[in-house]
């Protein structure tokens, strides 16, 4: 499996664990609003002694999807729609990414179903565990009910807004994202970040 289809399947997490705190204190987005934010990653491999680390800025609208913004150490634009996973060029056009797996298209169709408020969707692929104690305060483990799932459990944690995301993978191989500077937006996306979304058709 390649890393572009590591990467998508990760970002499809992000947007799958956001909706999966639902019953929280985090933010429930309505179709005109989105959220914008940084996000600082840091990826433990097995085989390397220190960790890979990357940040940048992330845009989340529940109508049109993630925009990942890497702006160090390389910059790259990634777009998850409900439909697909593109990239913008260096010429500033739009391609969409090919994946090796059919699990893309899976966590695609589940992401349309929470987005869309269907916990149910969510049930039926990981088993839950609250271990927050403060009502404004939350953490949840998510464990694949799926054998053989890429990712052995999701941590997630935050308030408002989803805050922390650890995605173990075994081996001792983790993603580690924390978002911060988060911001709730009313109204339509800004023109050029919409402009993008409808050319992945979204």
């Known amino acids: 499996m390649n ?4 990467l998508a399947n990760g970002l499809l997490l992000i947007l799958l664990v956001g909706t999966a705190a639902a019953e929280t204190t985090l933010i429930s987005l309505e179709d005109d609003q989105y ?7 840091e990826r433990r491999l097995n085989h390397f002694e220190a960790p890979l680390r990357s940040h940048g800025r992330f845009i989340l609208s529940a109508e049109h999807g993630l925009l990942w913004q890497t702006e160090v150490p390389v910059k790259q634009t990634l777009i998850l729609s409900g439909r697909s996973l593109s990239r913008l ?3 500033g056009e ?7 797996s059919d ?10 179903k929470l987005l869309n408020g269907d916990w149910s969707a969510i049930e039926s692929r990981f088993h839950l565990e609250d271990s927050g104690s403060d009502t404004d305060r939350w953490h949840k483990t998510l464990t694949p009910d ?3 799932a890429l990712f052995q ?10 805050e922390r995301l650890s995605i173990h993978k075994g081996s001792q191989n983790r993603d580690r994202i924390e978002f911060s500077d988060q911001s709730l937006h009313d109204g339509p996306l800004p023109e050029d970040i919409r402009t993008l979304f ?5």
């Open 94 to 100: 739009v391609e969409a990414l090919t994946s090796d």
């Open 3 to 6: 890393r572009r289809t590591l």
């Open 153 to 162: 459990r999701i941590e997630i944690s935050g308030g408002r807004f989803v």
């Open 198 to 202: 409808t050319a992945t058709g979204s």
């Open 89 to 91: 060029t260096a010429d």
């Open 35 to 41: 959220i914008s934010g940084e996000f600082s990653l």
């Open 146 to 148: 799926e054998q053989g």
């Open 103 to 112: 699990r893309v298209g899976q966590y695609t169709q589940l992401i349309n």
